[in-house]
């Protein structure tokens, strides 16, 4: 059973950054992809940014506009997403991510998710 802990949501003023980490645990992890999705209120979750096995990273078009940086420490695994420029639209439920397993076949896991409010 994988476990994912988020940490470091909170309030943020537009203009701002906030960093977010996940930590993951549980037994003889081998965890394919990570990284973060985001769900606002009324509108589906939507991806923020992954990272895979060889680095190979996607964001979503906001991140990349604003430069977000997703970065993983595969050997503690744990995972951080910096976020820069923030604006009120990034207010949002942010979700730690998972893909246990290979390229071919993972097993999602989710964190509990943490908020982020960015006030104008």
């Known amino acids: 059973q994988v476990q994912l802990v988020e940490s470091g949501g909170g309030l943020a003023q537009a203009g701002g950054s906030l960093n977010l980490s996940c930590a993951a645990s549980?037994?003889?992890?081998?965890?394919?992809?990570v990284g973060w999705y985001r769900q606002a209120p009324g509108k589906q979750r939507e991806l923020v940014a992954t990272?895979?096995?060889?680095?190979?990273?996607?964001y979503g078009w906001f991140a990349q506009a604003r430069r977000w940086t997703i970065s993983r420490d595969k050997a503690l695994n744990t995972w951080s997403l910096q976020m820069n420029s923030l604006e009120p639209e990034d207010t949002a439920v942010y979700y730690c991510?998972?893909?246990?397993?290979?390229?071919?076949?993972?097993?999602?896991?989710w964190g509990q998710g943490t908020q982020v409010t960015v006030s104008s």
């Open positions: 991510f998972a893909g246990e397993g290979t390229w071919a076949e993972y097993v999602e896991q």
């Open positions: 549980g037994s003889s992890l081998s965890l394919y992809i």
């Open positions: 990272v895979d096995n060889y680095a190979a990273t996607e």
